[in-house]
């Protein structure tokens, strides 16, 4: 008999948006070739209907939702899980702790939840403190309501046991290895510094760009990512680019190769992510052997351990360990431990994997 899962919580498949989409684009149709009835709620306008990548065993439901900064997680949740009620999938695997205020009723029809908690929302700048505080009400009613937790970093699952004294699985993000990729037009391997990252304050974006003024003056300096919102950042980000011919602002790429040779190539790679787990943008930039300077944080040395050099998260800093990769010949050792790194520990067949034994264990757990 074929087992059913619901997918809530993300823009819907295939999204290239962040992270959560990244993981669904690969998990869904991993599941329908395993012999899953898989269902993905999204929005509607989020995902291309004649996407290259759909895959025809993986069902799209469109939920209802108000698309503002504030209220999309919570609304577009809130119908997708109504809709789940009523179909009774035999699994739901959530997405996001602002999700956890709509598992009782998942509960209450008998439908056992996975949810990847992501991050530590409520320490993001880029919420206020309203939106911050139903992030942290939203992770006490998932530690309370869900049937198992889903970390994406260990240091993550360590703040959850302090913080909430609940366990859970760990289950990072994957990457793809892949071989040589031409050059970016207009670019030489190892020979520019690379950013890729949505801009939100907590992923450097101002220290990067204050950096950036500077590295230009020696190496062409890409940047890729953009706010969303056609906000300040993308402002600053189109300043930057106009007023150097040595800087590429390439807005949001959804092209995956693109990205991947952009990575491959690179002579440094600025990661500036403060906040979240395991970043799916940072283990894809090491399966493309990608030289990397990371912001010093937990989650960034858990990621990449001994494969990549940590900064400060100021420009002063970043300019200096920067320029040490692009000159120092490190770059090809570095970059080719990261990519065996991901390889070993960070394959995307062993992120699904773990995700259908722990559906599958939910689903055996409530037959018991």
Known sequence: MKRSVAIIGTRGYPSYYGGFETAVRRLAPFLADAGWDVTVYGRKGSVQADDPERHDGVRSVYSWGVNSKSLSTLSFGATATASAFVRKPDVALIMNVANGFFLPALRARGVPTLLNVDGIEWDRAKWNRAAKSVFRAGAVMSARWADELVFDARAIGDRWKHEFKADGTFIPYGGDTHEELPVDAGLQHRGYVLYVARFVPENSVNEFFRAAEVLSRRWPVVIVGSDGFHGDFDTAAKALAEGSSQIRWLGHVNDDDRLKSLWQHAGAYFHGHSVGGTNPALVQ??????????????????????????VQPDADSIVERVDEMMTSGDGERLGQAARDRAQTEYSWHGVCSAYETALVGLIDKKQR
């Open 285 to 310: 930039a090491m399966a493309s052997g990608a030289p990397t300077v990371a912001r010093d944080t937990v989650y960034n040395r858990e990621t990449l351990a001994g494969t990549g050099v940590f």
